[in-house]
């Protein structure tokens, strides 16, 4: 990832999540944050990616984010995430999917960013550069089949 970020968030109340999303936006980069909940022995590790980010990335990324398939022995049993309301933070709502495990995050009733698994994020972030690189929009396509047009040929040379 270009920019990285660790924020160590407690409980996203108050103003954290306002500050990290902040900080998300300024830097229009992704910003890893690490979520210690009450009563939980393990930190949880997460990506925030801005929505404008998140959605340039799928539009060039190619395919989905592989899951991991039924057959897989070498895999832990993945718990199914609990059916939730959404839940409140402020000014945020996070809503929490229970396929795929991301959260969007929303302010005033609309999705500002999501929080994803850091592999993830870092896969669709690959992903979409690889394919971005390869692609000429098509004005830069003629321009460049024009400019080789002009060239003369290796015998010629």
Known sequence: MGIQIDVVVGYPINDEMERVLGLAEAVDEPVAVTFMWEG??????????????????EHWAPIAYPTSGAGDENQAVVEEPELAYPTEFGAFTLFRRRAGGRTAVAREGVVVAE??????AHWLQEKARNVRQGFMDPKQKAAFEEFLARQASLDDQ
């Open 40 to 57: 939980r022995e393990e930190a949880e590790r997460a990506v925030l990616v801005p929505a404008a980010t998140l959605a340039l990335w």
């Open 115 to 120: 929080l994803l698994d850091p592999d993830e």
